[in-house]
């Protein structure tokens, strides 16, 4: 079996290349603006598979030399959240870049608690089982978020040589 990313070697470079491509087709067909400021803030959460916080942003955009105060960063989240590009890790209260923006699917992560990389799980299963689940008991679902916490196959192998 693969070991999946965030959570093996692979060239970083390409899933931000990535992203931005992505980012910039989806705006172009909704006809949506995606900002330099915008294009920089999806470009920074996708520099890693760690989740940033808004402030996390700010501090880097200011390091950029970009003046940006906090509500410029929250509407580039907002702006980025609602084109489906990026996600909000609501118990990290942080962000990280959609690997299937443009798709309709289920938020479901991985967030190891070690290294704070956070893996998307897709697989039509996981949704089939919320929305039976759901149905079965009369529930409407309007969005969909699962968080699971716990330890990558590096961290885990780390503590194990440790």
């Known amino acids: 079996m693969t070991t999946p990313l965030p959570y093996r070697q692979h060239d970083h470079a390409h899933c ?8 910039r087709e989806i705006c172009k067909r909704s006809g949506a603006r995606l900002t330099p400021i915008r294009e920089r803030v999806l470009q920074l959460i996708w520099q890693s598979h760690q989740p940033l916080g808004a ?52 938020g479901c992560f991985l967030i190891c608690q070690t290294c704070r990389n956070v893996l998307e799980l897709t697989g039509k299963e996981i949704s089939a089982a919320i929305e039976q689940q759901s149905q079965r008991q009369g529930f409407r679902i309007d969005h969909v978020i699962v968080e699971i916490s716990g330890q990558c196959p590096a961290c885990q192998q780390a503590a194990a040589n440790s």
Do not use: K, M, W
Request: glycine share 6%; proline share 5%; hydrophobic share 45%.
């Open 16 to 23: 931000v290349e990535h992203a931005l491509a992505d980012a």
């Open 55 to 106: 402030y996390e942003l700010l501090a880097a955009l200011s390091q950029d030399g970009h003046q940006a105060a906090p509500p410029t960063v929250y509407r580039a989240l907002d702006f980025l959240q609602q084109h489906g590009l990026v996600h909000r890790i609501a118990s990290l209260n942080a962000f990280v870049g959609c690997p299937h923006a443009g798709r309709a699917h289920t």
